[in-house]
């Protein structure tokens, strides 16, 4: 219950996804701020989906946003080695429908990414055991993904400097990457270290001080 008044309170734009794998569906949650934000910088929808009655947004609008609830949150949360027959109003994490939703952020003057993954091996061994497998097919998971997402975005920036996408409601995005030097581990998917997080705000710090100067 905290979790939920937290995040519709706040003055920060909150936006999560849930997927129902019955009908291979996304939806998307948000708060007010999230909404208002979107709806006055975007003028293309994140997500389609059936919209139910528990539904909340501005019927006005191209964005089925959903209210965050309770259940929405414990969706999001549901991972798929948990099971399959007890999935939070029959949807969980969004990340197995769409690990990442950056392409429709194009009217945005920038973006800031918190990559959940390292590019590359660079900084350790490449795979040597079953586990060590596991997580490289996790990465790849997200990464394919992630770089279709970025692929999107930057291709909509090439268009635009070319002079062959000339509607308003498009321009050109500063792309920010902020992620992790090695690889997160296998089990750091499900026992989540406070470290990563402290190292991600602390990168996240450094590049907005760089970017006030």
Not at 4 to 19: D, T
Not at 109 to 129: H, K, M, Q, Y
Not at 133 to 151: C, H, L
């Amino acid at each position: 219950m905290r979790i939920e008044k937290v995040l519709n309170a706040s003055s920060i734009g909150v936006v999560f996804n849930a997927y129902c794998p019955v009908k291979g569906t996304g939806v998307l949650y948000g708060n007010d701020a999230a909404r208002k934000l979107m709806l006055t910088e975007s003028s293309i929808p994140l997500l389609k989906d059936e919209v139910g009655s528990d539904s909340r947004y501005n019927k006005s609008s191209e964005y089925p946003i959903r209210e965050i609830t309770l259940d929405s949150i414990k969706s999001a949360l549901w991972l798929s080695l948990y099971g399959f027959e007890h999935i939070p109003k029959g949807y969980m994490d969004g990340a197995y429908h769409r690990s990442c939703i950056l392409s429709e952020l194009h009217n945005f003057d920038e973006v800031f990414v918190a990559r959940p993954l390292a590019n590359g091996w660079l900084e350790t061994e490449l795979p040597r055991s079953y586990f060590d497998v596991q997580d490289w097919n996790t990465e790849m998971w997200f990464s394919v993904g992630y770089k279709a997402e970025v692929d999107a975005m930057k291709r909509i920036n090439a268009l635009i400097e070319r002079g062959i996408i000339t509607n308003k409601s498009f321009k050109p995005v500063r792309i920010f990457e902020i992620e992790p030097k090695t690889p997160a581990g296998y089990f750091n998917y499900f026992i989540e270290h406070l470290t990563v997080f402290e190292d991600a705000k602390d990168k996240a710090d450094k590049l907005f001080k760089r970017l006030k100067k």
